[in-house]
């Protein structure tokens, strides 16, 4: 059998692990052992990701996330959380995704995908490299806030000083983050997205850090 070690902390689908154990009678009852014994653990029906007993490297719980659900990338809550522009840690994985909503409840975690259109989803996404080793697909920071907005129930912002209010007040935003923003990001989105009062108001608002 081929050493689940190489895997690392990559999700594998159920077909992938049964063509490692074709050398045995019944693969699939192999793979439901290694689960057993904790040597692989399962996101959801037909995925998995090595033990980090095994694979001796840390799970990434934004890595599962694009392998989860796709195509999907890192976003609202869980991005801002990363780029360190917001105080509270997240504890749900949350993501856009240009299919339908969906929600995954795993060893590992909750994770949350809300849906976008399909010509808004390609804008701002950037590939995180880790250690050369892996990556996974995130929001830009600029993203990420349109994003936000977009995905607010009931956000009905008039003027930039409510914007400001929202950011500052609300979402608790680090502004010495966002001194080198992405105009064009939040254009884009303006263009493809919807809320476009809003996004003009955040618009504004960046233009003059």
């Known amino acids: 059998m081929v050493s689940l070690e190489q895997f690392s902390n990559i999700p594998l689908e159920s077909s992938v692990l049964q063509n490692l154990m074709n050398n045995y009678k019944f693969p699939r009852n192999k793979v439901s052992a290694l689960e057993k014994g904790g040597q692989v653990i399962r996101l959801k029906k037909g995925l998995y990701v090595v033990s980090e007993k095994i694979s001796r490297k840390p799970v990434s719980r934004e890595l599962l996330a694009n392998h989860l659900y796709g195509p999907s990338y890192i976003s609202l809550e869980t991005a801002l959380s990363f780029y360190g522009m917001i105080p509270e840690r997240v504890f749900a994985i949350r993501s856009m995704t240009a299919k339908r909503t ?23 996404i950037r590939q995180e490299i880790v250690e050369n080793q892996y990556a996974f697909l995130i929001a830009t920071p600029e993203k990420a806030l349109c994003d936000l907005i977009l995905a607010t129930p009931n956000l009905r912002l008039q003027s930039v000083k409510a914007m400001q209010i929202y950011l500052e007040e609300d979402l608790r935003i680090d502004f010495s983050v966002l001194q080198n923003v992405d105009i064009e990001i939040i254009r884009r989105c303006i263009e493809m997205g919807r809320k476009k009062g809003e996004l003009r108001l955040l618009l504004n608002l960046l233009s003059e850090l």
């Open 102 to 124: 969906k929600k995954f409840e795993t060893p590992f975690g909750t994770f949350d995908y809300t849906t976008v259109l399909a010509d808004y989803f390609s804008i701002g």
